[in-house]
């Protein structure tokens, strides 16, 4: 078994948003951090989220006042650092009698306006629907008014990935497909027994800190030998999505009410389809089994279509995803009235820490780092432990205005006339002003490789397992990107066999934990 040499200052379980979110706070402090994820980056939660970066505008109901107003915060902090993947969306939610009065809406969006230092999201305002085109898609004469409110949309595997990218980048090493096996403490240092899930070595690491970032798995991560008997516990509840064609030409999100209490998103989804969820219900089992049941298909299909013009069906679904959010269990009695908020238990066997972190939500996943990091900082030995760092250093490709991703596609097709409008705007959204590190020197459209189609060419996928730790198909067209949407299964086959015959286990490059 191959033991790394240096011990390291922390090491993080877990690849996931709040894994990754630390790893880049605490490396850029100064610290030596390694990060092992057992499969992809982004592989659980944190790909299957609505993709949203809001402050949680039903969390009022619940008195979450704190948690809102953190969240609400983040949004333009992290529409700055990201405004390739983040970007502004507009939600209409119509006014329906009988369910939440007028007045409380009004209310709840006035906070929402006031509270969390809003400065470039447009302000809410009133709609008329008889007049407006966001009434169009609605059912007629149903609803006469709602209100417009903001919020934004974020690429939540890309943000994963790029937090990992950027650590990577000032020194962290990022082992994907290492699971740990065993987690046992000795004179104050932890030791990390792992072994890769691909080629089955087996290796160990050692650091002064540890944190439990496990997500749904983070009471297994405890049993694996910590010595530690936790206190908290986690809630495992089921979200499930679905995704249709195209069903409206604006832009603009949807927000419905249900009868049972609960709400919907309806949004425009990578340009030609729309997302709609999610679900809550609790879920037990193995949460890298999870799948949306026939149950919540038929939920949301009925939910959308007691709105729109055109009712939903379960035979327009085009895809369904589903993930299990690991909340702090606070013995709420249903799943979707159980908090959104995090929680962190600090543990100390044998004078060695161990932070498990319970709950969060992807809004907030900065600023649970930073607070993870102020509970660890009495056991790290850097002394550049400067606060808030992450919030003004952009995230790799983020180093424009967050009004510039336009004038970046036109650069793009400046540069590289070859590649259509469609392709510079997918790349723009993705890779931000890296995308021209990926195209590099081509000149032509042939010399970008293979064409895998939907505008996947051989040179991106060679940077995304040089640069973002792809290794398979599946990590290309559904983490790294949304083209498994548009892509036949015969192409993502031909994907697959070349990825078999070019690929590589980890480049040198993230192996080291090196500069990219």
Known sequence: MRLLERIFDLAII??????????RDAVGRGNSVFLCEMNDLASGTSSWSTKLVHGGLRYLEY?????????????????????????????????????????????????????GGRHLLPATRSVDLRRDEVGRPLIPN???????YSDCFVDDARLVVLNARDAAD???????RTRATEIRQS?????????????????????RALVNAGGPWVEDVLGRGAGVNAKAKVRLVQGSHIVVKKLYDHDRAYMFQNADGRIIFVIPYQDDFTLIGTTDR???????????TVEEIEYLCKAASEYLAKPVTPEDVVWTYSGVRPLYDDGASEAKAATRDYVFELDMPGNAPLLSIYGGKITTYRRLAEE??????????????????????????????????????????????????EHARRLARAYGTRASKLLGDAKSAADLGQAFGATLTEREVRYLMANEWAVTAEDVVWRRSKLGLRLSADEIAALSDWIAAHGVRQSPLLEAGGRS
């Open 282 to 292: 609790d879920y037990d089992g193995d949460p890298s089994k999870v799948k949306a």
């Open 170 to 176: 000032k020194g962290a090493e990022i082992r994907t």
């Open 14 to 23: 877990g690849g996931g948003v709040n894994g990754c979110g630390i790893a």
């Open 372 to 421: 993870a990091l102020e509970r660890l900082a009495p056991y790290l030995r850097s002394a550049k432990a400067r606060e808030g760092w992450t919030g003004k250093a952009p995230l790799p490709g983020g180093d424009m205005g967050v009004s510039d991703v336009d004038g970046l596609i036109a650069e793009l097709q400046r540069g590289y006339p070859f590649i259509s409008y």
């Open 187 to 207: 004179d104050g240092i932890w030791t990390v027994s792992m072994v890769d899930t691909l080629t089955g070595a087996r290796s160990q690491v050692q650091a």
């Open 142 to 148: 149903r609803y006469s008014r709602a209100f417009e």
């Open 63 to 115: 008195y979450e006042f704190r948690l809102v107003r953190e969240a609400l915060i983040e949004r333009e902090i992290l529409w700055g650092i990201a405004p390739h993947i983040i970007r502004p969306l507009r939600f209409v939610l119509p006014h329906h009698a009988g369910l939440r009065p007028a007045w409380l809406l009004r209310l709840g969006l006035f906070l929402y306006d006031h509270i």
